[in-house]
C-alpha cells in the first residue's frame, strides 16, 4: 500500500486474489480446472491455492471440457458455487453444449425451478504467439447465446471484482479473462473487491467523440485517449464490461453528448460486439449520429504466429488514432 | 375541413419556410385574407387564403420548411360547426411535433450527404441543407456546418439582403434554363407607330395630376390585356396539352435595383380600366422592389410582358417563364422613317415582339395577336 491507498499488483494476482477471497468467504465456491491445482494453473493464476485451501476445494480434472464444464453445471444445480476454469477460449467449444444447452437453458426448462450458478472463466485473445489455433477472441460467440451473463474484465480492478460478483448471481456467468494482460501492472484502490457487473464505465470522460471497447483493447484505447488529448481531441473510453446483456444507457448517454462512436475490438470484424452495439446506436440515436458509426475490430485471418503479423491482426493505437483523425476530420 | 396548403410561387419554387402565422386558431378569415408570411427564394412573400371560414387548425410551426402542396392549415367552412376547438388545439399541436422527421424527409433532396445530427438540427432551425458545404469526411454536412450557417443566419441583416439576392438570382437562373431547355420557342416581330397613342396620352395626362399620370406602359399592358381577349391561346399554361386561363393576369417584369427581376401578376387586366390599371402598376412595382409581393401575385399571372423602353433597347426577345406560353417584349419608342401610303414620314415607332410556346401555338395565332396589339395603340381611345 502507498499514500493514495492504492496498491500495485498484475493482472495475474488481480485474479488471483479475487478467487482466494471467494474462497475465503463461501465454502460453497471451489475452482475446478485443468491443471489449476498441482500445477498451479496454465497460467499460474491459482499457484499456492491447492496448498492452502486443499485438493476438495482446488481440484485437478481430466482433459474433457464438456466433462468437467458439465460436473460443474451439476454442481451449481446441487447447491454449490463452482468456478470453472476453461484454460483457455480456444478449448471451449467442446464445452459449448454443456454451456449452450445446459446451463444456459435450464432455468427455462425447468419453469423457473433450476437456477444454475455456475461461474465459468476463461482465458482469451492474443498477444503471446500462441498462433491461430490458440489465439482466438470468442467473446461474440458467447455473447450471443440468451441465458447467459457474459463478461470482460479488461481492467485489474474487473480483474480484482468481477468474480466476487459473479458468484453472487443465481445464473451462469462468463468471465474473460485476457492472456495479453496477465503480467501487466496496474494500481488499483487498496480495498478494491466486487464490482458492479450490470454497467458499462466510462473511463475517460471526453466530448469529441466515444470510443466504445472491451477486454484486451481497453489499455490501448486509454492510451490512444492520452495521445489523441495531446493533439487537441477529446474522446470518451467507455469499457463495455458486460457483453450480454448490453448496457445501452451508458452507451447513449455517450453518444448523444460526442454525436460520434468508434467502436474497437480485438474479435474478428464480422458479427462480433461492436455489430450489436452499432446496430443498438443506429436504432435508437440515430438522429444524433454526426459522422458514421465505425468500427475497427480484429483482421478476418487466422492469427498468424510472427510476432509483427500477430500485431497486425488487431486494433493497435495508431490504428485507433488515425480511425479517431480519420472520423474528426475536417476540411 | 379546407386545407390551406403551401402555395407553388413559380416553377421553380419546391418549398418555403414559414416566418409567421397571421391569424391564429378561432380567426375567422376571407378570400384575399393574407395569413401567413413565407420565406421563399425570392424573399419573403404574403400568403393569401381563398376560402372563406375559421381557422381550426395550424398544422405548421414557424419557421419550418414546408415543400409546397404540404397542409399547413386546416380551415372549417363556416357551415361546418366548429366543435371543441379550445381544449383540442393544443393537444394535436403537441401530437403534431412527432412527424418532424417526415418532413425532414421532404425537405432533403437525394444526394445531400448530411449526418443526421445535421439534418435533424438543419429541419429544426429551417436552414436548407442544399445551402451548405459540407466540412466533414467525404464533404459530408455535419453539426459544425449546420451551427455556422445558423449564425450565418443570424448575422445582420445587410447580409440577409444579400442573401436573397442571390437567391433570386438563382430563381431567375432556374426558370430561364426550364425555360430554354424545355419550351420550343417562336419569335414574331413587327412595328407600332405610336403616334395616335402618346397623343391620346398627353391629353389624357393634362385632366390628371401628377399622381394619377399615365406612363405609356399601362396603354400596352391594356392593349395587350384586350388582345388576349380575342387571341385566348396565348393566356394559359402548357401542362401536359395547352390550359386556357379564363382571367387574364398579366405579369409585368420588375427589374430589381440589386439585379434579378420580380414578375409581379396584375390581375384582370383586361377588366380595369386605364386608371385602375395605373395604380395597380405603381402599387406592385413599388412593392416588387421592396420584396413585399401577395403569393397570389407571384404564382397567378397567366402571360408575361416584358419592356425594356426605358433603356434604348429597340427589340426585346422574351424567354417564356413556365408554365406559360408566351411573353410580349415592347422596345423604346424612338423616331423612326415610317412610310405610308405612298409617302415617307417621320413617327415615333416602337417594336413589339412576341415568343411563343410551338407547343401551344402556331405562328398564325402568335400574328393575330400582334395585329391584335397593333390596332388596340392606334385606337387608344377605345381601351
Known sequence: MNDNNTIKLTYREAIKQAIREALQKDEKVFLMGEDVGRYGGAFAVSKGLLQE?????????????????????GAALNGMHPIVEVMTVNFSLLAMDQIVNNAATLLHMSGGQMNVPVVIRMSCGIGRQLAAQHSHSWEPLFAHIAGLK??????????????????????????????????KEAEIPANAGAVDITKAKVLREGKDISIITYGAAVYK????????????????????????????????????????????????????VSSEVSARIMENVFYELDAPV????????????????????????????????????HD | MIEFKMPSLGADMEAGTLREWLIKPGDSVKRGDIIA????????????????????????????????????????????????????????HTEEKKPVEKIMAAEVPHGIKASPLAKRIASEKGIDLMAVKG?????????????????????????????????????????????????PHYYLETKADMSKALAWLIEANKQRTVKQRLLPVVLLLKAVAKALTEVPDLNGYWENGLQRKTDINIGFVVSLRTGG?????????????????????????SRARAMKLRS????????????????????????????????????????????ETGMLDVRPVMNITLSADHRATDGATGSRFLKAVKNNLLNPGEL
Open chain 2, 135 to 183: 466540412t466533414g469526411e467525404g464533404g459530408a454536412i455535419t453539426k459544425e456546418d449546420v451551427e455556422n450557417a445558423i449564425a450565418e443566419k443570424m448575422a445582420p441583416k445587410e447580409e440577409k439582403k444579400m442573401a436573397v439576392t442571390e437567391n433570386i438570382r438563382m430563381a431567375v437562373a432556374a426558370a430561364m434554363s426550364k425555360s430554354n431547355r424545355e419550351i
Open chain 2, 37 to 92: 408570411v413565407v420565406d421563399t427564394q425570392k424573399g419573403l412573400i404574403d400568403i393569401e387564403v381563398f376560402d372563406e371560414g375559421t381557422i381550426s387548425e395550424l398544422l405548421i410551426k414557424e419557421n419550418e420548411k414546408v415543400p409546397v402542396g404540404m397542409v399547413m392549415a386546416l380551415i372549417a367552412s363556416d357551415k361546418e360547426a366548429v366543435v371543441k376547438k379550445e381544449e383540442k388545439i393544443p393537444e394535436q
Open chain 2, 261 to 285: 427581376v420580380m414578375i409581379p401578376a396584375i390581375h384582370n387586366a383586361d377588366k380595369k380600366s386605364i386608371d385602375e390599371l395605373m395604380a395597380s402598376l405603381n402599387d406592385v412595382i
Open chain 2, 296 to 339: 397570389s401575385e407571384l404564382s397567378e399571372s397567366t402571360f408575361t410582358v416584358t419592356s425594356l423602353g426605358e433603356d434604348n433597347v429597340e427589340t426585346v426577345y422574351g424567354l417564356i417563364y413556365p408554365p406559360q406560353v408566351a411573353i410580349a417584349g415592347f422596345g423604346s419608342i424612338t423616331e423612326q422613317p415610317w412610310a
Open chain 1, 150 to 183: 457474459v463478461l470482460s474484465a479488461g481492467t485489474h480492478e474487473d480483474a480484482r471484482g468481477m468474480l466476487l460478483t459473479a458468484l453472487q448471481s443465481p445464473d451462469p456467468v462468463i468471465i474473460f479473462e485476457y492472456t495479453f494482460l496477465l503480467n
Open chain 1, 221 to 272: 484505447t486509454l492510451d490512444a485517449a492520452k495521445e489523441l488529448a495531446t493533439t487537441g481531441v477529446d474522446a470518451e473510453v467507455i469499457d463495455l464490461r458486460v457483453l450480454r446483456p448490453l448496457d445501452e444507457a451508458t452507451i447513449f448517454n455517450s453518444v448523444k453528448k460526442t454525436h460520434r462512436a468508434l467502436l474497437v475490438e480485438e474479435a474478428w470484424n464480422s458479427v462480433n
Open chain 1, 53 to 73: 485451501f486443499g485438493p476438495e476445494r482446488i481440484m485437478d480434472v481430466p482433459l474433457s471440457e464438456s466433462g468437467f464444464v458439465g460436473a460443474g453445471i
Open chain 1, 294 to 329: 465505425q468500427r475497427l475490430g480484429g483482421v478476418e485471418v487466422p492469427i498468424p504466429y510472427p510476432k509483427h503479423l500477430e500485431e497486425a491482426s488487431v486494433p493497435q493505437l495508431a490504428d485507433i488514432m488515425n480511425k479517431v483523425k480519420k472520423m474528426l476530420q
